[in-house]
């Protein structure tokens, strides 16, 4: 059974930061592209990080340079460290892997991520 479960967020002031954490079991961690999405009600959802399985990434232009994603193929997880958050931010954000040799992806069940004063 695949499973993708996130963990590390919560409620910070704008122009803090915070690391969401994705630990993924069930699957070859290690081959999968591994995402961050997230979305805020009345949105569609958005894609916010990338990272390849071979460990290039690409960001959404309205994270970029305040947003980083990683991963520890040792521990099956991905990271999303988030820096100098702003209101906008707020959101649901979601793991996402996916394996490009037969598109198969799967959903974490998200995490909630609100800035507020």
């Known amino acids: 059974q695949v499973r993708l479960v996130e963990s590390g967020g919560g409620l910070v002031q704008p122009g803090g930061s915070l690391r969401l954490s994705c630990a993924a079991s069930?699957?070859?961690?290690?081959?999968?592209?591994m995402r961050w999405y997230r979305q805020a009600p009345g949105n569609q959802r958005e894609l916010v990080a990338s990272?390849?399985?071979?460990?290039?990434?690409n960001y959404g232009d309205s994270v970029e340079g305040r947003f980083t994603i990683s991963r520890d193929n040792t521990k099956n997880t991905v990271y999303l460290q988030m820096n100098s958050l702003k209101p906008e931010d707020t959101a649901v954000y979601f793991c996402?892997?996916?394996?490009?040799?037969?598109?198969?992806?799967?959903w974490g069940q998200g995490t909630q991520v609100t800035v507020s004063s």
């Open positions: 996402n892997s996916y394996f490009r040799w037969n598109q198969r992806t799967y």
């Open positions: 069930g699957i070859i961690f290690s081959i999968q592209d």
């Open positions: 990272i390849t399985s071979g460990g290039s990434t």
